[in-house]
């Protein structure tokens, strides 16, 4: 088979590695794709908004199966575009992917199909925000509407401080037209768990649980990031928690989409907040979480294409999703001053130190070539150093050892990635 997968960070690296597996897989093709990425696969200079392109590429090389790893394109409607050209595709469609498109639809939809998730309003002009503002309990939280790369959330601690997030969201426009309609909603407090997910249309499958660091500096401080290094499994969720999201909130928002004429398949990504009342629903993303997928593909036992194939033929019943009873933790290597402007173009070093360590990976996020063929630093988010270990302690032990074959200018790291695992200890 030859497979396609669109997008070119560490969640497509981790990707192109778990179908490099399959037996059934001959040739992965990526585009963009990235350094480490082109080790695994054939990198494809097309932009992963160019529908029209990618489709071209996958008819002319005979693609069996394209998996789309990014929102953007996924929001933006490429499955369609692939389906209606006659291509095999692994994603949600346009009408479903608003799943993650839109938190307004995202929240009717769970108060329409009584998913616990936190108290809300939605807002499309500023003066009628801000008046509700006046008699609302602080702390609160804005979301702007559409995708802002998870940067769209404010938490605001008063009025004042929500008061400025309206302007900044809907006049100022900081995201664009994603701040066109707003969520303001209840604050919720508790520890969250990322849940991933294989749809079929009608049947669910839930991946092991993992938990990511979304801000930038030790002890959660600093600015919200894509996330800066993640463990698998969450000890926090335990069974009790997992009965409870399969009765209220998994199944229940497969059937939601199902009821409203936008049948969703491919990965729901449930971003949960396990709360004093119970587990909630803070977000839904429309595919694998980055770096969720670098801790929890390591961890699967499946083949990943028969999983693709069945969640793209209504089959997903069949398949018996089986994880190994170990656990893995990743450590991202960023570029220092990342969320915000950092420098790039420097050479990493030490990469070959991962060439033959069974259990160690080293998933590049933001990384390229240079004019002299070198592997340089390309993004805010450079290398995922991810390792196994049979238990949380050991395998967090081994991620932060890897962390020191590598180097790079400016490379930057939280040092307390799990430090929740000894909290679930005590
Ligand atoms: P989201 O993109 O909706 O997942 O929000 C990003 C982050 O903001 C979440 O991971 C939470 O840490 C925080 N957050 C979002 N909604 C709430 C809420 N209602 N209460 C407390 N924290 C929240
Ligand atoms: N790590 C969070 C996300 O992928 O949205």
Known sequence: MKVLVVGGGGREHALCWKIAQSSRVDKIYCAPGNAGIAQIAECVDIPAMAFNELAAFAK?????LTVVGMDDPLVGGIVDVFEAAGLRVFGPRKNAAILEGSKAFSKNLMKKYNIPTAAYETFQSPDEAKAY??????????KADGLALGKGVLICASKEEALAGVDELMTDKKFGDAGNTIVIEEFMTGREVSVLSFVDGSTIKIMSSAQDHKRAKDGDEGLNTGGMGNFSPSPFYTEQVDAFCREHIYQATVDAMKAEGRPFKGVIFFGLMLTQDGPKVLEYNARFGDPEA????PRMKNDIVDVFEACIDGTLDRIDLRFEDNACVCVVLASDGY?????????????E?????DGYYLFHAGSKFDSNGRVVTSGGRVLGVTALGSNLKEARANAYAATEWVDFGNKYMRHDIGKAIDEADA
């Open 353 to 357: 130190n991962f060439e033959g360590k």
């Open 294 to 297: 670098q801790v929890v593909l």
């Open 133 to 142: 503002l006046e008699g609302a309990k602080y702390p609160i939280v804005l």
């Open 339 to 351: 969320p915000l402007a950092y420098e790039k173009g420097f050479e990493i070093k030490g990469m």
């Open 60 to 64: 002319e090389k005979e693609i069996d």
